[in-house]
């Protein structure tokens, strides 16, 4: 009963299956167009193929994996009307959290010396429960004290990096065990990213959950009135958005195998960003897992390629600027059409 309410205060989810055209098709021909424009200039202004290079596609692949992984739970929380501005600080407090566990005993100066050389899944389930605890903290100071989404993790952005400096005094973790640094080791980012976004693509789509979260986006009063428990769900939400943060934190420690209080700086500005750009409205009850994917590859190519035309690093932010202005400018257009159909 309460899932066929879902679906009817989630007109944009029962919109895009209706739809014979795929919405991430735009999004894809623009990736397409960048990376092609890309390959251009490189021969023009370099005199070297953009695409070609398999060590650079190597490295873009892997810093994309990290960023998408946050994006995916980023998306639902946009989905939900909501935002979240700590990822990318829990990104560092994870990734010192877990790395401070997975110290190797050779190592003369672990934090703990009593724990050293731990089997990898202990670093790992600490990295993720610290993960899990920080988004269910940003779950109930919006759902119980009606703190806005945007001043609650701002809040919990700013905590998180102060504790991530103050676990060590700002001083770096490293000499971890070989266990631990496989996990961010050759494709295995990547692989974990896929898994990460084709189970989310089908938690959204097809079960109950995601028909909350997108009804919740559409009409939060109509989603009340229905039945569906609203707080409760969206503290979920934030959870699993703190958990999957939590999760890019222990995969950015050991990709490279030390971590730093300053890791995920702008990491959410960047899966926000990813995103927008793939079709999720920041006015709720719009987007998809697959849109994100393609927005986060065409931010991690566009990185990339500024990177590979030796672009000044101000002006690559100011282009970054710009660009989530335009997406987000495309999105209001959007919603206006829509409004008047």
Known sequence: MVSKVAETVAPSLTRSRRSRVPPELGIFLVLIGIALLCEILGWIFVGQSFLLNIQRLKIMILQVSVIGII????TQVIITGGIDLSSGSVVGLTAMI?????????WTRALYPALTDLPFFVPIGVGLLIGLAAGYVNGLLITRTKIPPFIATLGMMVSARGLSKLYTKGQPISGLTDQFNFIGTGIWPVIVFLVVAFAFHIVLRYTRYGK???????????????????E??????????????????????ARVQTAQAGMGVTYELDAIAAAVIGGTSLTG?????????????????MISGFTFLNVDAY???IAKGVIIIAAVAIDVYRQKKRAKR
């Not at 877990?98 to 050779?106: E, G, I």
């Not at 979260?213 to 559409?218: D, E, N, Q, R």
């Not at 849109?291 to 991690?300: D, Q, W």
């Open 285 to 301: 009850g719009v987007g998809r897992i697959a849109g994100t994917v393609i927005g986060t590859v065409i931010l991690g190519v």
């Open 71 to 74: 994006s995916v739970g980023v």
């Open 315 to 317: 002006y690559q932010e």
């Open 232 to 253: 409760g769900h969206l503290v979920k939400v934030y959870a699993i958005a703190g958990l999957l943060a939590g999760l890019a934190g222990i995969i950015t420690a």
């Open 212 to 230: 909350f979260t997108y009804a919740i986006g559409a009409n939060i009063q109509a989603a009340r009135v229905s039945g569906i428990n609203v």
């Open 98 to 106: 877990a790395a401070s566990f997975a110290q190797s005993s050779t």
